[in-house]
């Protein structure tokens, strides 16, 4: 067992080759360390990314996320960006190409599901006036979060209340592949939560960039003074 192994075992971070301390999970991967470093957790307003993310989260399901995140620009091509004004329109012979295209997850229900969502998608933007207005609408309230965030806490973190009252609020709209689990793991992504571990070089860059972060309001709410 290594050094950076033992420190993974008992704090949930590692110590790389430029010595910074990183949350465990990235380790070994140059694309991995990189999505760690200047994605995960840091706020996300741009509609486009989060319907990218969500997306993805889905065709994570039974899979690992690095998985993913090495197709993450074949499935970008395949479905157009992931705008998902243009993903709404895909119908039976895109899906029958996607499903030929061995550069993603070929499965007839996860493709199937994104263009559902991307339907349902043009709901809420409709709706709301965005996907940002309506996804941080379910940040979770300062006093919700644990005091102290270290690994033993992010371990038992699968899901959670907001997690799960997002969940079942986009299966109500007729979202699908959007569990509670995989909707948390949207939401550590996504920076609506700071889930890096205490010690981890990026947990104070990611606080920092929540607080400067202006929360996007539903349309017909102001601002307030």
């Known amino acids: 067992m290594s050094e950076s192994d033992e420190i993974g075992e008992t704090t949930g971070l590692i110590r790389e080759d430029d010595g910074q301390n990183r949350c465990f999970w ?3 991967d140059p694309l991995y360390r990189a999505y760690h470093d200047r994605e995960w957790g840091r706020p996300v307003e741009d509609d486009i990314r989060l319907f990218e993310k969500i997306c993805l989260e889905g065709f994570q399901s039974g899979l690992s996320w690095l998985t993913i995140l090495r197709k993450r620009e074949n499935f970008r091509a395949a479905f157009a ?3 998902y004004r243009e993903v709404a329109r895909f119908d039976e012979p895109e899906v029958e190409n996607l499903l ?8 007839r229900g996860k493709i199937v599901s994104t263009i559902n969502n991307a339907k349902r998608a043009l709901e809420i933007v409709e709706e709301t006036g965005s996907l940002a207005a309506f996804f941080w609408s379910f940040e979770p309230r300062p006093h919700a979060r644990p005091e102290r965030f270290d690994h033993a806490t992010l371990v038992k973190l699968a899901h959670t209340e907001e997690s799960a009252a997002l969940s ?3 299966k109500k709209r007729g979202w699908s592949f959007v569990g509670p689990t995989t909707v948390y793991a949207f939401m550590q992504a996504m920076g609506l939560v700071n889930d890096h571990i205490e010690g ?3 947990r104070d860059e990611v606080e920092e960039a ?4 202006t929360r996007p309001l539903p349309k017909g709410v102001a601002t307030s003074a």
């Open 81 to 83: 960006g992931f705008d």
């Open 100 to 107: 030929k295209d061995a550069g993603i997850v070929r499965h």
């Open 168 to 170: 079942k609020t986009l």
């Open 210 to 213: 929540r607080r400067d972060f």
């Open 200 to 202: 981890c070089f990026c």
């Open 26 to 28: 990235c380790a070994g």
